[in-house]
């Protein structure tokens, strides 16, 4: 059966063509994201929804979706999403972060032309009929100084046209490598310093608890007299009312806003002033953008449905279309040993270590760490997937950690969880052959080759005769019948372990049976999702 999308914003007809091309069937309804109660109604049917800005996806809409596997958002800003309810719900949410980057930094560099020359209101008084060249006094830009607050996709391109129009660029962002500021060709400084040194300062950085109210009364006391101010990406990156004051006393000569801190900003009080070029967030508003955005989320959504590729997901770690194949027999074999753990371990757990070894340490490691998690939760909680596994974990106070190393033994890659408990530590590792399917190659640091089946009951026991004969006949007298078995020991006499392959669930009475022997220390049921192998 198709995957099937809801887009309930307006979006491309181009885009909607591709989810059709792609075999997704699709719904336009752009209208009915502005309906709340009639989208909720509706959205339980759909794998994927499209949205823009002006449908919001509450808690109570995404618990609704009782199928919904993906939110795409044609832009860069998920505000208008609960990213946390969906990803406890198991949902993807993507964005597309590049579809306008190039759009919203050349608003930016619009508007720094346009505070530098007064051009909007030389345009209303000229068209008024006056005649006003002595009162629009410019600045030249050229050997200017321009503060780029946040150097990422957008920051980035602004920080290039910059260098390009002869400024001086200096750009904070804790996350600006020195090799990426020397590659852009601008210096990298600390935020005061910023303030200090710039003439023009422009915002483009997401809005955080860290960024929220960046530029301030205390901030704006920092910059010289005369600096002029754009934000073109988030409202509530700067205290309005500061700004204003700001604005009044001089100390700041312009700004350039197209973002509030409340949208549709219809009442404000930066309104009116002449020292303001205010625009009503036009950041991403050309016609490439607009199509490049509802293409790449059309792309992306599909992707996803038909082929399990994530891109730029908020909540999950990417995964190529190119890497999928390869990829997907690991992501099994990751949450299969999640799976045996988290069915073998009844304290709660403390810790978690995953190792890669090999070709393993080479792969995607952060989708198959959360595959591992959503197989070590599942017993516990049936509905997790790799999107939720790990929000879980770390609600559960669960500490995870990865290590990766080279090739360290016969096999060209495995994967080893190993989870520590208040009493106890226990590991398991695997591998993926050639026929892609998941093999145990270590249990209680018991080498051995196991497949994986879908019933199977695990013992452990010292290493002595007949073991297997009382676990046969325990089986035969209850009626489960056998169809094989696995066995493994550290050294004759020591630990030793067995695999059985059953046609059917182990009865809970006769483990219950096994349980009872004295030669047995442990035996668990366990069962496996073989048909999604």
Known sequence: ????????????????????????????????????????????????????????????????????????????????????????????????????????????????????????????????????????????????????????????????????????????????????????????????????????????????????????????????KGVRIINCARGGLIVEADLVAALKSGKVAGAGVDVFEVEPAENNELFGMENVVATPHLGASTTEAQENVALQVAEQMADYLIKGAVSNAI??????????????????????????????????????????????????TRALISAALAGLIRPQVSDVNMVSAPIMVKERGIIVAEVKRDKSGVFDGYIKLTVKTEHMTRSIAGTCFSDGKPRFIQIKGINLDAEVGQHMLYTTNADAPGIIGLLGTVCGENGVNIANFQLGRNRPGGDAIALLYLDAPFPEAVLEKVKAHKSIDSAKRLQFDVNAM
């Open 1 to 224: 059966m198709a995957p099937r999308v809801l887009v309930s914003d307006k979006l491309s007809p181009t885009a909607v063509q591709i989810f059709k091309d792609r075999g997704v069937e699709v719904d336009y309804l752009p209208d009915l994201g502005k309906d709340k109660d009639k989208l909720a109604e509706v959205i339980g049917q759909y794998d994927g929804l499209a949205i823009r800005s002006a449908t919001k996806v509450t808690e109570k809409l995404i618990n609704a979706a009782t199928n919904l596997k993906v939110i795409g958002r044609a832009g860069i800003g998920v505000d208008n999403v609960d990213i946390p309810a969906a990803s406890r719900k198991g949902i993807i949410v993507m964005n597309t972060p590049f579809g306008n980057s190039i759009t919203t930094a050349e608003h930016a560099v619009a508007m720094i032309f346009a505070l530098a020359r007064q051009i909007p209101e030389a345009n209303a008084s000229t068209h008024a009929g006056k005649w006003e060249k002595n009162r629009f006094m410019g600045v030249e830009i050229t050997g200017k100084t321009l503060g780029v607050i946040g150097c990422g996709n957008i920051g980035s391109i602004v920080a290039t046209r910059g260098v390009g129009l002869k400024m001086h660029v200096i750009a904070f962002d804790p996350f600006l490598s020195d090799s990426r500021a020397e590659e852009l060709g601008v210096d990298k400084v600390e935020l005061d310093e910023l303030f200090a040194r710039a003439d023009f300062i422009t915002l483009h950085t997401p809005l955080t608890d860290k960024t929220r109210n960046i530029i301030d009364a205390a901030a704006i006391a920092k910059m010289k």
């Open 315 to 364: 909540n999950m770690p990417s995964i190529t279309a190119e890497e999928a194949p390869r990829l997907k027999p690991f992501v099994k074999l990751a949450e299969v040993l999640g799976a045996f753990v988290g069915q073998v371990t009844e304290d709660p757990i403390k810790e978690v270590e995953i190792l890669f070894d090999g070709s393993t340490a080479t792969m995607n």
